[in-house]
C-alpha cells in the first residue's frame, strides 16, 4: 500500500436492512488529495468487510405462487457432470459465462445426488425439492456449482481429514476449468453448515451462508480473516436461535459483515405439494392435503401441528391404498415429508429465500471484483 496515500477510494456501507438486502458501491479515483488513513479504509472497503453496529436482517418473505418447481424450466436445464474423486463423489454443472463457484454441502443422511433432477448423465440423483432449486436458482444467476458427497451419513467434523479431502477437489477442480479467478462462495446446511462453517477457517471464501446451523470455531475464537456469513436459519428451534445470536455477535465484534434470514411458519393449500414436487399432479396434492386435514396433521389455516418427521402420515397413507402406490412413497416420500418439514419451518433446508441468498453472495462479490480490479491496476 505504500506510495497509495493520494489514492481516494470511496465506498458507501454496504447495510441490511429489515426491508430487504441494499447495497450500493461508490467507488472512485482522485489523485490530487490525501486522506488521512486512506490505506485502512482501503483495506476494509476492498475487502468487503463492511461494518455495522446493528442487528442486519434480510428481508425472508417470499411469494409461494411463484416459486413452484418449474419456475426455471425454460431457461436452465441439469446437465450435471458425475465424477469420483479421491472415492467421494462430485456432482457439478457450469454455466455459459459463470461469475462464481459455489460449493454447496448437504446435510446429515444426504449426498451430492439430492441436488440434482435424475436425468441422462446422472441417473442415481434424486433432486429433493429444496435441494434441486437451490442449484437451478445458482445456475440461473451464473454460480457455476460443485456438490461434494460426505464420507459418512454427517460431514466429519473433529478431524480435519473431510475437511482437508473436500479442500483439495474444490481447488482441483477449480483449477480444471480454469475457474481461478471467480469469487469462491459456500452454502451449507444442517451438518453441511457446521462444515462449511470450519472449511472457512481451512481455505479462503468470499463470503458464506450457513442454512440451519451455527457456527463451530475450534478454541470458540473466531479466526482472523473469517469471511461475511449469513445465517439462514428457523427461530422456532429456540436453542440454535440462541446459539446463533452468540455467533452474530462474535462475528461483529470481530468486524465480520454478518446477516441473517429468519425462516417462519406458512401454511399448506392443496396444491402446495404438487407446486413443489415435480412428478407429483394436482390431483394426489389436493387428496393429501384433504388426508391431512382429516387426520388433523394440520390445523384450520393449513399449518402443520408437528414437523413432518414426527407426523404420521405415511401410515395413514397406508389406510388409504388407493391414494398413492408404494412405489410413488417410496419415490417421492422424501420429498413429500420435506416439504412439511418446510412448512412447520423448525429444521429443513430452504430455497424459498434463495433470492436473498444470491443477492448476498453477490453483493460481497461486489467488493471482491473491485480489489481484483485494483490487484490488476497497480500490477500486483
Not at 33 to 49: A, H, Y
Not at 339 to 367: K, R, V
Request: neutral net charge; aromatic residues 10%.
Amino acid at each position: 500500500m505504500k506510495g497509495w496515500s493520494n489514492l481516494l477510494l470511496s465506498f458507501s456501507e454496504s447495510s441490511v436492512s429489515q426491508e430487504g438486502l441494499r447495497l450500493s458501491d461508490q467507488f472512485s479515483f482522485s489523485i490530487p488529495e490525501l486522506v488521512q488513513k486512506i490505506d485502512l479504509l482501503f483495506l476494509i472497503s476492498s475487502s468487503g468487510l463492511f461494518l455495522s453496529s446493528k442487528r442486519e436482517q434480510v428481508n425472508s418473505s417470499f411469494d409461494l405462487s411463484k416459486l413452484k418447481w418449474n419456475r426455471f424450466q425454460s431457461s436452465v436445464q441439469f446437465q450435471p457432470t458425475v465424477e469420483l474423486r479421491n472415492e467421494t463423489e462430485v456432482i457439478w454443472q457450469i454455466p455459459d459465462s459463470p461469475k462464481a463457484v459455489l460449493f454447496l454441502a448437504h446435510g446429515c443422511n444426504g449426498r451430492a445426488a439430492n441436488f440434482w433432477d435424475r436425468c441422462p448423465s446422472c441417473l442415481n440423483c434424486i433432486g429433493l425439492p429444496e435441494e434441486r432449486l437451490i442449484v437451478l436458482h445458482a445456475l440461473a444467476r451464473k454460480f457455476a456449482v460443485i456438490t461434494i458427497s460426505s464420507a459418512g451419513e454427517c460431514w466429519s467434523l473433529g478431524r480435519q481429514q473431510e475437511r482437508l479431502i473436500v479442500k483439495e477437489i474444490i481447488k482441483w477442480w477449480v483449477a480444471k476449468n480454469k475457474l481461478e479467478k471467480l469469487p469462491l462462495v459456500a452454502l451449507g446446511a444442517s451438518s453441511g453448515g457446521y462444515f462449511v462453517s470450519l472449511l472457512a477457517t481451512d481455505m479462503k471464501f468470499n463470503s458464506i451462508t450457513l442454512m440451519i446451523a451455527q457456527a463451530l470455531f475450534y478454541g470458540k475464537v473466531v479466526p482472523d480473516e473469517y469471511p461475511p456469513t449469513l445465517f439462514v436459519h428457523m427461530p422456532k428451534d429456540h436453542a440454535r436461535l440462541q446459539i446463533i445470536n452468540e455467533n452474530l455477535l462474535a462475528l461483529r465484534e470481530k468486524g465480520i459483515d454478518v446477516a441473517e434470514i429468519t425462516c417462519m411458519e406458512f401454511p399448506l393449500y392443496p396444491n402446495f405439494l404438487a407446486d413443489r414436487i415435480p412428478g407429483l399432479d394436482r390431483t394426489v396434492s389436493v387428496k393429501l392435503f384433504e388426508l391431512f386435514q382429516k387426520k388433523g396433521f394440520i390445523d384450520q389455516n393449513g399449518f402443520m401441528k408437528k414437523d413432518g418427521r414426527r407426523t404420521k402420515w405415511k401410515e395413514a397413507l397406508r389406510e388409504r391404498e388407493t391414494l398413492l402406490s408404494d412405489k410413488t412413497v417410496l419415490d417421492l416420500g422424501h420429498h413429500i415429508q420435506e416439504e412439511m418439514n418446510l412448512a412447520f419451518a423448525y429444521h429443513e433446508m430452504t430455497s424459498l429465500q434463495s433470492e436473498q441468498i444470491y443477492d448476498w453472495f453477490e453483493s460481497h462479490m461486489n467488493a471482491w471484483y473491485h480489489h481484483s480490479d485494483l490487484k490488476d491496476f497497480m500490477g500486483q
